[in-house]
């Protein structure tokens, strides 16, 4: 069974967005420039544009330990709480507040950055989880999904940001898509970002998930799989415009479907979406 490989580092940082020269040796002198502080640890919390919901235990208490040996290096980037004064919410070190918490340390460094913009704190917190910490690939395409949407970052836009082509953003963006028990086995690891990209055309897709978990199916399997030539007439129609399909499904980032009839030479394109956000997605896209 075909586990979800580690992402190279990307090529561009967290000081390019934050705009400083973050480092250590800067961002643990106290200076008014920095807005470098030490506030209590229970004034801090997560922030709403985190996109991580797993956090893996054993890394976390490593972590722990290294910060009762050692301390913070460094310090945990964070904004006002609008809700709630003298609190803040995290945009990037998470893993650390956690990781201080199990440590039970009483206070952290922080660097209070109000001046960040709302689509630029969900730049820098994706950037982090993808840098320091793999995401499963369900809470990545949420995060690229949130740029698009919510801010209407175009695909192209959120390539350059994260060192991505953007044939890589619009494959992600298509995981969401797909049914939830799938994109359950995709965070499970029980089948890869390869074996949902194979089947997402699919409409029998959860079958075929399923199949590949019972079988231990290779993702070449797979396609060998989905190639081999139907036995019956009006299936193997069904699969005749599977390359169109997946070449429009890839350019608009979600599902396509192509019916003809040959006898009228006419047809139609279905473009399927799940709610409304990608209902208004798809129209920007033709305006």
């Known amino acids: 069974m075909a586990k979800i490989s ?6 561009r940082g967290l000081s390019s967005l934050l705009g400083d020269n973050i480092n250590v040796d800067n961002l643990t002198n106290l200076n008014k420039k920095n807005n470098l502080s030490v506030v209590p640890i229970d004034h801090l919390s997560a922030g709403s544009w985190q996109v ?19 301390g913070i290096f460094q310090p945990i980037v964070v904004v006002s709480d609008k809700e709630e004064k003298g609190k803040y919410k995290i945009v990037a070190g998470e893993r650390r507040w956690r990781a201080a918490q199990l440590a ?64 890589y953003i619009t494959n992600f ?8 028990e799938i994109k359950s086995f995709i965070v499970d690891g029980k089948i890869s970002v390869g074996h949902a990209r194979a089947i997402i ?12 978990i019972k079988k231990g199916l290779s993702v070449r399997e797979v ?3 989905l190639k081999k030539p139907k036995k019956s007439e009006n299936t193997s129609e069904l699969h005749k415009y599977l390359d169109i399909e997946n070449e429009l499904s890839s350019k608009i980032g979600l599902k396509t479907k192509i019916l003809f009839n ?3 030479k006419n047809g139609s394109l279905i473009i399927k979406f799940k709610n409304l956000d990608q209902l208004e997605y798809i129209m920007k896209k033709f305006n």
Request: glycine share 2%.
């Open 173 to 180: 963006l298509r995981l969401l898509t797909l049914p939830d």
């Open 223 to 225: 396609e060998k799989l």
């Open 262 to 264: 040959k006898e009228k």
């Open 6 to 11: 580690k992402k190279k580092p990307l090529g």
């Open 201 to 212: 055309n699919s409409d029998n897709s959860l079958e075929l998930a399923r199949n590949i």
């Open 104 to 167: 039970n340390i009483h206070e952290v460094p922080i660097i209070l950055r109000d001046d960040l913009s709302s689509d630029k704190i969900v730049e820098i917190s994706l950037l982090e989880n993808l840098e320091r910490s793999d995401l499963n690939p369900i809470e990545e395409a949420k995060g690229y999904e949130d740029l698009v949407n919510k801010y209407n970052y175009t695909q192209e836009k959120v390539a350059k940001i994260f060192s991505k082509s953007r044939p």
């Open 52 to 70: 991580r919901k797993m956090f893996d235990e054993t890394e976390l208490h490593s972590l722990s330990q290294s910060i009762k040996n050692n």
